[in-house]
Nanobody, 116 residues
Framework: QVQLVESGGGLVQPGGSLRLSCAAS????????MGWYRQAPGKQRELVAR???????IYADSVKGRFTISRDNAKKMVYLQMNSLKPEDTAVYYC??????????WGQGTQVTVSS
């Protein structure tokens, strides 16, 4: 059984930073894409950032220049460094991993609240 566990969320003031981590455990031996999504209250889940196995990245326009996604293949982890946070970044953040056999896994989510 494969599980993804996110950590690093919390309450931060506008302009602050947070680093999210997501670790995969269980029988997942190769991981293609890894990504972070978020869902704010009353809104659809949206892509924040994505990184391929080769290291190519894409970002939502709203976070470009502020967020950085990275991965550690040996540890089966993906990270999201979030800087210059804004109130509109408030959401539940989910990590997603696509295994080599095309099976998709999601984490349970971690709350990020940006407020003064």
């Amino acid at each position: 059984q494969v599980q993804l566990v996110e950590s690093g969320g919390g309450l931060v003031q506008p302009g602050g930073s947070l680093r999210l981590s997501c670790a995969a455990s269980g029988s997942i031996f190769s991981i293609n894409a890894m990504g972070w999504y978020r869902q704010a209250p009353g809104k659809q889940r949206e892509l924040v950032a994505r990184i391929t196995s080769g290291g190519s990245t894409i970002y939502a326009d709203s976070v470009k220049g502020r967020f950085t996604i990275s991965r550690d293949n040996a540890k089966k982890m993906v990270y999201l460094q979030m800087n210059s946070l804004k109130p509109e970044d408030t959401a539940v953040y989910y990590c997603k991993m696509t295994a080599g056999n095309a099976v998709v896994y999601w984490g349970q989510g971690t709350q990020v609240t940006v407020s003064s």
